[in-house]
């Protein structure tokens, strides 16, 4: 067997050591830059980005505006603020309605509870009562 192979691309495989006859196609991400900077302090052997037009540069590259970017922000804050606040009031208007479900089970099981305990107090009257009498029939 020869020491080049096909693989599952059809394509030519070479050993260790052989030069492949493959062309680098150029198309990767980044490159092996000789510098960059990191936080402003250069840096040897950084990736740098082959294409730097693809980044939004517009933004970064044209002079502040106050107006234009503070009325847009404003905007944007009113616009948070009234989700919040919308969010905010149907939430507590839930929480009201689960604290006033919540009270009206708290009073109906405490009248029942009470009357369960007037019940309970009643028979042990009556139990006891019915003791005594009989231990009264007994001594005499």
Do not use: C
Request: glycine share 6%; no cysteine; proline share 1%.
């Amino acid at each position: 067997m020869e020491s080049d192979e096909i693989n599952a691309q059809t394509q030519k495989k070479t050993s260790r050591g052989q030069k492949s006859n493959s062309s680098d196609d150029g198309r990767g991400v980044e490159n092996f830059g000789e510098s960059g900077t990191v936080l402003g302090i250069r840096q040897p052997n950084r990736f740098t980005a082959r294409n730097r037009s693809r980044t939004n540069s517009s933004r970064s590259s044209r002079p502040y505006q106050g107006k234009i970017y503070l009325g847009k922000i404003l905007k944007r804050v009113e616009f948070l603020e009234q989700q919040f606040l919308e969010y905010a009031h149907s939430h507590q208007a839930r929480l009201e309605t689960r604290l006033g479900e919540s009270k009206q089970k708290e009073k109906a099981f405490l009248e029942v509870a009470q009357e369960l305990k007037e019940e309970l107090l009643t028979a042990l009257a009556q139990e006891e009562n019915e003791q005594s009498e009989e231990q009264l029939t007994e001594e005499s």
